[in-house]
């Protein structure tokens, strides 16, 4: 079971990047998927979540209407696409997979069980 994000670099601010989660060894719809992300000196922070079980997603209030999250069933993958990037968006983001909740989809990293390795993301001119 593994689960890795790509698909981080450098961007200028006001550009667009997609970052990607795919999964080995399960399937990604059969989860809740969180996108996290952390920035030097700073917390962690849920940034967005999706679940299929119920279609729901949630977006962080930093990065509503500039984030989307979606899914791709037959490559087992999971996109974080950002527009209007901002230098306060630079971090490492991960992904994550839990079990499905009746509550829909949740950034709550205990019960989110499945990690991968992070990928940069720089916003900078």
């Known amino acids: 079971v593994q689960l890795q994000a790509s698909g981080g670099g450098l961007v200028q601010p006001g550009g667009s990047l997609r970052v990607s989660c795919a999964a080995s060894?399960?399937?990604?719809?059969?989860?809740?998927i969180a996108w996290f992300r952390q920035a030097p000196g700073k917390a962690r922070e849920g940034v967005s979540c999706?679940?299929?079980?119920?279609?729901?997603?949630w977006l962080s209030d930093p990065v509503k209407g500039r984030f989307t999250i979606t899914r791709d069933g037959a490559k087992n993958t999971v996109y974080l696409q950002m527009n209007s990037l901002r230098p306060e968006d630079t971090a490492v983001y991960y992904c994550a997979a839990g079990k499905f909740s009746a509550y829909g989809c949740y950034v709550d990293v205990d019960y989110l069980n499945y990690w991968g390795k992070g990928t940069q993301v720089t916003v900078s001119s």
């Open positions: 060894g399960f399937r990604l719809d059969d989860y809740v």
């Open positions: 999706s679940s299929s079980r119920d279609d729901s997603t």
